[in-house]
């Protein structure tokens, strides 16, 4: 395979950046070659077509792009915490808090997601939480419970929550709120059972 030049790779990543702009704004379906060459400023669509395979080579690359934002964004904060349970908190938290600071990369991938065929993205983060999960039973942090389970339920809520708010950004101390409502309540329902409790 040719090695892509400096100029190659800016074009890329500007057809990139606009792509993400414009599905965030006009959705999946929206998000037509025209107009994402209208809004990257290239004479026409055949600079996408060189740059991209196609549709699906172009939306995989705005997937890779995001996911580098977000992991840029929430793993320092993650890999800060101590712990199963401070993990929790710092992904839920965060990933809460992403919605404020990247509201494109976050609506673009909510309707990449949602079209997508089958997404790799979703299946892999589901298989973390149910590790991550076991791991915290094993050690006795979190209760007994079907770790897959709940990890669909967590990350159900979650995307519930961040949907909701990049629908319509709220302000960073509301974001906050919600990020630290939310994994309140995660880490309540996985606590283990106080000795004479119930679960």
Excluded: W
């Excluded at 549709?55 to 934002?69: M, N, P, R």
């Excluded at 800060?80 to 401070?86: E, I, S, W």
């Excluded at 992904?91 to 990449?112: C, F, K, T, W």
Aim: net charge negative.
């Amino acid at each position: 395979m040719r090695a892509r030049t400096f100029t190659e790779s800016g074009r890329r990543a500007q057809i990139v950046a606009s792509t993400i702009a414009v599905i965030a704004e006009a959705g999946y379906a929206g998000a037509s070659f025209s107009r994402i060459a209208k809004h990257a400023g290239l004479s026409s669509t055949g600079m996408i077509s060189y740059h991209f395979a196609g549709k699906d080579d172009l939306f995989a690359a705005c997937i890779t792009e995001i996911e580098q934002v977000t992991g840029a964004f929430m793993e320092p904060r993650i890999a800060a915490a101590v712990g199963p349970v401070a993990q929790l908190r710092a992904y839920v938290e965060s990933n809460v808090a992403l919605v404020g600071q990247h509201p494109d990369e976050v609506r673009a991938l909510i309707e990449l997601v949602r079209n997508a065929a089958q997404s790799p993205a979703v299946n892999g983060r589901l298989a973390l939480f149910e590790e991550h999960f076991r791991a915290g039973q094993a050690a006795g942090v979190f209760r007994a419970f079907d770790a897959r389970t709940v990890a669909l339920a967590l990350t159900s809520g979650l995307d519930a929550v961040v949907a909701t708010a990049a629908a319509a950004v709220p302000e960073p101390a509301e974001l906050a709120r919600l990020g630290r409502e939310l994994a309140d309540l995660y880490v309540r329902a996985t606590a283990p059972v106080p000795e004479g409790g119930t679960t």
